[in-house]
Each structure stands twice: as structure tokens, then as C-alpha cells.
């Protein structure tokens, strides 16, 4: 019997790179005015098909992301969160960031071994292929995995392929922006996230 899937985005999700991800931006793009409001409102579709990452400056983020990453703590009690649930379930990330730099900072948080696969930028840009290539590779039913993210467009490309979605607020929308999509469930505290994907697996 295969263990159900439970897929997390990164930025937002594991970590809150909100600040970095805007101080490079503007950094990259000093042409464009560039407002917290404006760069949220990227992540309402693919955020790799934004402005700010045209003319490969796709590279130069990954590049200056990176040690600032390393820096940040993963968000209070998801370390805890993600060691339970891999006890259980085949844990997986699908994320716009670039996958070796993922798995240097999971490596650091002693989090690396608790997932099966990354699934970054660089390995594939859209998310509705690295979802195809989810269901391909591990055989599953649609009701055998969930999603994990915390904005709006993430939730409309798993969408897209049948993948319901658990919307977290502590990322880089709010309530307000993840509610346009209607997820399986909202949750406001990583306490709430075992609970939560428990339910949605009994359903």
C-alpha cells in the first residue's frame, strides 16, 4: 500500500523568505516600483512569470538568495510538523526557488532526509508539470495527496491537475487572497497542519 502524499511549497510555507525575496527584487529591478503589495500580488499566478525574472535574472536571485536563505530560521514548529508527518507519508516539494539551494538549507535544518524528492525551479517552471510528474512517478489517486502553500496561484496550478490544497496564512498571502481560490481547508498555525491533513486523508 503506497503512503499518501503530502506536498509542501518552501518560501512561505517552511521558511518566510517575504523579506529577502522583496529586498532582492527591488535590488534586480530598481525601474520598477516595486511595493510589499505589488510583489505579493505576483504569487496570484506562476511568479516565475513575473517582470522581475525576465532577461535571466532568474539566476542573479538564486545567486544572492541563497546565503540569505542559510540565514533564516524555518517558521516556529514546522520542523516538528515535518518530522511527524514523514513518519507516515511520502513527503515532497514543488517550489519556484532553486532545488540545490532547498536541499543545502533543508541539509543545515536537519530536515533533508525527511523528503523523497525537491522539485525546484530548475529542474521544472511550471508547477502543473512537477504535479504531473508527482502523480506519474508515485501512482497515486488524487485523494492519496494534498498540497501545502500559502498563495493563491500555487493553489490554481495544483488545481489544475485535481490536487486539493491546505493554505496556510503565516506566507505570503493573507486569508483574504487564499479564500479567492476556495482551498480544501485554511489553517493559521503549523500546530494545526498534522490535524488538518489527518482529516482531509479520513475524508
Known amino acids: 500500500m503506497n503512503k499518501?502524499?503530502?506536498?509542501?511549497d518552501f518560501d512561505g510555507v517552511i521558511v518566510n523568505t517575504f523579506k529577502i525575496y522583496a529586498s532582492i527584487s527591488r535590488e534586480l529591478n530598481p525601474a520598477i516600483?516595486?511595493?510589499?503589495k505589488k510583489l505579493r500580488s505576483f504569487f496570484e499566478g506562476s511568479v516565475l512569470d513575473a517582470p522581475i525574472f525576465k532577461n535571466s535574472k532568474l539566476n542573479l536571485f538564486s545567486k544572492k538568495y541563497k546565503p540569505k536563505l542559510l540565514q533564516l530560521p524555518p517558521v516556529p514548529k514546522i520542523k516538528q510538523a515535518i518530522k511527524t508527518l514523514a513518519r507516515d507519508h511520502t513527503l515532497i516539494i514543488v517550489s519556484s526557488a532553486n532545488s540545490l539551494i532547498i536541499k543545502k538549507y533543508l541539509?543545515?535544518?536537519?530536515l533533508l532526509e525527511q523528503f523523497d524528492?525537491?522539485?525546484g525551479a530548475d529542474i521544472e517552471k511550471s508547477k502543473v508539470k512537477k504535479f504531473k510528474t508527482i502523480l506519474k512517478k508515485y501512482k497515486v489517486n488524487l485523494n492519496e495527496i494534498i498540497f501545502i502553500t500559502d498563495t493563491l496561484g500555487d493553489i490554481l496550478e495544483a488545481r489544475a491537475v485535481g490536487i486539493k490544497s491546505i493554505a496556510v496564512t503565516w506566507g505570503y498571502h493573507t486569508k483574504a487572497t487564499l479564500n479567492k481560490s476556495s482551498p480544501y481547508k485554511i489553517i493559521t498555525k503549523p500546530s494545526k497542519l498534522i490535524e488538518s491533513i489527518k482529516n482531509y486523508f479520513q475524508t
Open 107 to 110: 541539509k543545515k535544518q536537519g
Open 4 to 8: 499518501k502524499i503530502v506536498v509542501f
Open 33 to 36: 516600483n516595486l511595493s510589499d
Open 117 to 119: 524528492l525537491v522539485l
